[in-house]
C-alpha cells in the first residue's frame, strides 16, 4: 500500500477500473475469481460475442466498450491469440493499461508492434506467463542458480478433449496447436533455467485437415545445456506436466505444471495461487508506470514452427 509522505499514513489508491475481453474457460476459472478477490480491480465491463458477466456492462466488441463512454483504466485480454492485436491496439489508442493473457499475441511481430505501441502512449503493457507463478517456480529458480545444469527434459501431455473441448481455434492457423499448452512449459523453463535457448530442432505432428500440430517433439539447447520436450495433446492416461532438470547436485523436478518441486526425495506443494499473483503484479506496473514483456517463451514456439519437420496424422475429431 502507498503511504502519505506528510503524514506517514497508508493511502488507500483507487482501484483500477478494468474490463476483460473474452468470457470464456480461462476468464471464467481464472481471471473473473482473482479480479472480484483483489481489492485493488473494479470490475467494470465484460466483452464477449456470446457470453455475458453478471453484474457488469457487457458488450460485444472492444469497439462498443470504448464508445460507450466507461470510466476505465485497463483491459485484461483473453480470446484466443488471433485477433488479440487488434484488441490490444484499440485499448491502447483509448489510454488504456493492457493485461495478455499467454501467448502474448499471434505472432513475434504482433507483440512487438503492441510493446512499441503501449510504450510511446505511456501505458503499461503485461504480457502474462501464468505457469511462472506456480508455486514451485521461484524456489526451482533460485536452487538451480547455484548448480551446474546438465540436461532440461518437459514432458508435457494432456488430453485436449478434456481440457480445451470444441475449441476448434486452437488446431486453425495461429492456434498454436499443442503448444498452446506447451508454451508454459517453455515459460517456466526458460524462467528457471536463463541462458541463451535455441530450437535446433524440432518434429510437428498435424492432424489431416487441420492447420496447427497435435504433437511435436523439440530439441532445443540452452547455452551448451541440452534440452528436450516432448508435447502430446491425445494424452489419455495421467495427465503429465512435467520438467526435470539435471544437475551436479542430483535432478530438480517440477511437476504438475509447476505446482509440485521435488528435490533430493523432498516434495513442496503450495496451493495454486497463479492468476491472484498475476493481478498482483498488474496492479504494480500500472502503478509504477512500467511494463512486462517477455517474448522468449514465444520466440521458441515460433523457432519451432519455422525450422520443424512436418508429418500429417489422422484426422481429429472431438
Ligand atoms: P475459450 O474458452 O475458447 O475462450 C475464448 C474467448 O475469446 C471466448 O469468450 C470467445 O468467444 C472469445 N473470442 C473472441 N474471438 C474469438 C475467436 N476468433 N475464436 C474463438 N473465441 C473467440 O478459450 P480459453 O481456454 O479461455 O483460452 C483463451 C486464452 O487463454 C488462450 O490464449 C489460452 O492459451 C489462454 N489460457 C487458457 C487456459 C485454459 O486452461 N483454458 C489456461 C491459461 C491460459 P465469444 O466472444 O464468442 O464469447
Not at 143 to 171: F, K, M, N, S, Y
Not at 244 to 250: K, L, M, Q, S, W
Not at 281 to 287: C, D, H, N, S, T
Request: aromatic fraction near 6%.
Amino acid at each position: 500500500m502507498a503511504v502519505d509522505a506528510s503524514t506517514a499514513q497508508p493511502v488507500r489508491l483507487a482501484p483500477i477500473k478494468l474490463a476483460i475481453v473474452g468470457v470464456g474457460k480461462i476468464a471464467r476459472d481464472q481471471h473473473l475469481p482473482a479480479i472480484a478477490a483483489d481489492p485493488r480491480f473494479e470490475l467494470v465491463a465484460a466483452v464477449s460475442r456470446n457470453a455475458t458477466v453478471e453484474g457488469v456492462a457487457n458488450y460485444h466488441d472492444i469497439g462498443e466498450l470504448l464508445a460507450a463512454g466507461h470510466e476505465l483504466d485497463a483491459v485484461s485480454i483473453c480470446t484466443p491469440p488471433v485477433g488479440r492485436a487488434t484488441i490490444a491496439m484499440a485499448a491502447i489508442d483509448a489510454g488504456l493499461h493492457v493485461m495478455l493473457e499467454k501467448p502474448p499475441a499471434a505472432t513475434l511481430s504482433e507483440i512487438a508492434r503492441i510493446e512499441a505501441h503501449a510504450a510511446a502512449a505511456g501505458r503499461t503493457l503485461f504480457a502474462t506467463w501464468h505457469s511462472r507463478e506456480a508455486a514451485g517456480v521461484a524456489a526451482a529458480r533460485a536452487w538451480l542458480a547455484e548448480r551446474t545444469i546438465e540436461r532440461v527434459t518437459i514432458d508435457w501431455r494432456e488430453d485436449i478433449r478434456r481440457w480445451h473441448p470444441g475449441q476448434d481455434w486452437i488446431l486453425e492457423a495461429g492456434g498454436f496447436g499443442v503448444f498452446d499448452p506447451g508454451i508454459n512449459a517453455l515459460s517456466i523453463a526458460t524462467e528457471i533455467v536463463r541462458g541463451a535457448w535455441v530450437v535446433d530442432s524440432a518434429d510437428l505432428r498435424v492432424p489431416e485437415g487441420r492447420m496447427s500440430p497435435l504433437a511435436a517433439d523439440l530439441r532445443m539447447t540452452c547455452g551448451d545445456v541440452p534440452a528436450t520436450a516432448a508435447f502430446d495433446f491425445l494424452h489419455e492416461g495421467p495427465q503429465q506436466w512435467d520438467i526435470v532438470v539435471d544437475t551436479d547436485a542430483g535432478p530438480l523436478t517440477l511437476r504438475m505444471g509447476g505446482s509440485v518441486l521435488e528435490i533430493d526425495g523432498q516434495v513442496t506443494e503450495a496451493p495454486d495461487a497463479e492468476y491472484p499473483r498475476l493481478y498482483a503484479k498488474f496492479a504494480e506496473l500500472v502503478r509504477a508506470g512500467a511494463s512486462d514483456v517477455d517474448v522468449t517463451p514465444l520466440r521458441l514456439v515460433a523457432d519451432a514452427f519455422l525450422v520443424g519437420r512436418r508429418e500429417i496424422v489422422p484426422a481429429f475429431a472431438w
